[in-house]
Nanobody
Framework: QVQLVESGGGLVQPGGSLRLSCAAS????????MSWYRQAPGKERELVAR???????YYSDSVKGRFTISSENVKKTLFLQMNSLKPEDTAIYYC????????WGQGTRVTVSS
């Protein structure tokens, strides 16, 4: 079992920044894939960024150059630094862990509005 708890969401003005965190606990394997997804109102959940252990990172075109995914292995925490936020970034952001099984966090809401 793996537990994922996101934090760091909130209300921010366009152009602002937020840093999301995802604390992972349980049976975390050294070889894994951790990702951030988001789901905006009325839209399907979409992949935002991914970090693959030992292989690098991936970003969707919509966030490339503005968001940075990183991880802190000792504390088993995944981060998403979000800069130059736009209203279209408004969504619930979910942490995802893929090892032997796939797990999701409960989500953290990000609202970008003036």
């Amino acid at each position: 079992q793996v537990q994922l708890v996101e934090s760091g969401g909130g209300l921010v003005q366009p152009g602002g920044s937020l840093r999301l965190s995802c604390a992972a606990s349980g049976n975390i394997y050294s070889i894994n894939v951790m990702s951030w997804y988001r789901q905006a109102p009325g839209k399907e959940r979409e992949l935002v960024a991914r970090i693959i252990s030992g292989a690098g990172t991936y970003y969707s075109d919509s966030v490339k150059g503005r968001f940075t995914i990183s991880s802190e292995n000792v504390k088993k925490t995944l981060f998403l630094q979000m800069n130059s936020l736009k209203p279209e970034d408004t969504a619930i952001y979910y942490c995802n862990y893929a090892g032997l099984h796939i797990y999701w966090g409960q989500g953290t809401r990000v609202t970008v509005s003036s």
